[in-house]
């Protein structure tokens, strides 16, 4: 099934697959996920084989939950091996009971996200060590703290599932968040769903990607006006057993290619 994602997504013109990350399947996560639940720097190096040119990352490998020159050796290996291929985008996680499981304390993973960071940073400085170039890091969160974490340590900002309204707000939030830190603003690079209707979904609550295929198409140019070139489709809606069954995911992401390759809109991506 993953090979089969990997090369559909590829086959229909997206440039960017990612998955997420777990490690210890404690209840809380699966709940949400079914089993088996892969780790991400193993499955991505399996699918670097398995592809020719598709970009591969995490939304979002879960920094606290390894030691960062761990991280920042396998993040370096995978990218080197699979041709620069790699985007890695992190977060402080979510999951209390994994965190427990992991002996990691979940009151600090703010902390040792920003601590952890640095530390790779500071190991890929060392190219003749590491051996890969500069691999671009998306911080995500839709917190204010994830904002400004984004904009000391990130490349791009990397937000979850949201709407227009709410998102138009947080890039002002950003924007002065790098000026008051004399830094560049980061690349926004989102993450929205993707659930295609046959009817336009009017709700106020209506989040980014949800919608007849003509409202994803104008989610998408309006993303772009903000100055996003690269938006990660997310097709999964909450039912565990739709990545057994991912046909209808499939249907929608060749839809949305259709649309945004008739246009101006030249980068999207999809998650799994």
């Avoid at 295609?196 to 006006?225: A, K, N, S």
Wanted: no cysteine; hydrophobic share 40%.
């Amino acid at each position: 099934m993953l090979r089969s994602w990997a090369q559909t997504v590829e086959g229909l013109g997206y440039d960017l697959l990612m998955v997420s990350d777990h490690v210890a399947v404690t209840p809380d996560v699966a709940e949400k996920y079914p089993a088996p639940f892969y780790e991400p720097f193993t499955t991505l190096s399996w699918l670097a084989g398995v592809t020719r040119r598709v970009r591969l990352g995490t939304t979002v490998l879960i920094v606290p939950y390894r030691h960062p020159l761990l991280v920042a050796r396998m993040a370096a290996n995978l990218s080197r091996l699979s041709g620069e291929r790699l985007v890695l985008g992190v977060g402080v996680g979510w999951a209390r009971q994994e965190f427990e499981a992991l002996g990691v304390p979940f009151g600090r993973r703010g902390a040792l996200t920003d601590e952890y960071l640095r530390t790779v940073r500071e190991a890929w400085a060392d190219e003749a060590d590491y051996g890969s170039r500069r691999i671009p890091i998306w911080v995500g969160g839709n917190s204010d703290a994830g904002l400004r974490r984004s904009v000391r340590l990130g490349d791009g900002w990397h937000p979850l599932r949201i709407t227009l309204p709410w998102l138009r707000g947080a890039v002002e939030r950003l924007a002065g968040i790098a000026a008051e830190e004399g830094r560049p603003v980061p690349a926004l690079v989102p993450r929205i769903a993707l659930r295609v209707t046959p009817t336009p979904v009017v709700d106020d609550g209506r989040l980014l990607g949800e919608g007849t295929i003509e409202q994803i198409r104008d989610d998408l140019e309006q993303l772009r006006l903000l100055g996003s070139d690269t938006v990660v489709l997310d097709p999964f809606n909450g039912d565990p057993q739709e990545t057994r069954h991912p046909e209808q995911a499939w249907q929608a992401l060749a839809a949305v290619a259709t649309v945004a390759g008739s246009g101006d809109l030249d980068l999207t991506g999809t998650s799994t």
